[in-house]
């Protein structure tokens, strides 16, 4: 299963509130000043923070409660900023019936737009049942 396109923009106060969170000290992710000297056009996202996309895709199916995740696993093909507008899609994998249990492999894709993958995001997800 694959959900429809959905576009994305991770500004400034986002990435101020992942940083914060999760205790990230580097200054590059909350002094725009610092951005120039480290010559970067904008600023950077966190390399794990692209996840947050699922808080903005309404994903077209329904994963039933309880949900146990397994595992999660983050790779960055391309640097990615805030302020740019980056497509997101959903994909559900390598599903696999085990007892009373559904075995998932849910994807996040992350597209610039020149249509470069920029982000994958994989969870393994376990559930009782995929609707």
């Known amino acids: 299963m694959k959900s429809k396109e959905f ?3 991770f500004t400034q106060e986002d990435v101020r509130q992942f940083v ?3 205790g990230d000290q580097n200054v590059i992710y909350q002094c725009p000043e610092r951005v120039q ?3 970067f056009e ?4 966190p390399p794990t923070m692209p996840m947050i996309a699922y808080k903005w895709l309404k994903i077209p199916w329904e994963l039933q409660q309880p949900i146990i ?3 999660q696993k983050s790779t960055q093909h391309q640097r990615m900023y805030t302020d740019e ?3 997101a899609i959903v994909e559900v994998t390598e599903p696999f019936q085990r007892q009373n249990f559904t075995f998932i492999k849910q994807t996040l ?3 610039n737009d020149e249509g470069q993958l920029c982000f ?3 969870s393994d997800l376990i559930l009782e049942d995929l609707t």
């Open 85 to 87: 507008i980056y497509r």
């Open 37 to 39: 000297d480290d010559h």
């Open 69 to 71: 995740h397994r595992k």
């Open 109 to 111: 894709y992350l597209y």
């Open 120 to 122: 994958e995001g994989e």
């Open 42 to 45: 904008k600023i950077p996202l």
């Open 20 to 22: 914060q969170l999760i």
């Open 7 to 9: 576009e994305v923009i």
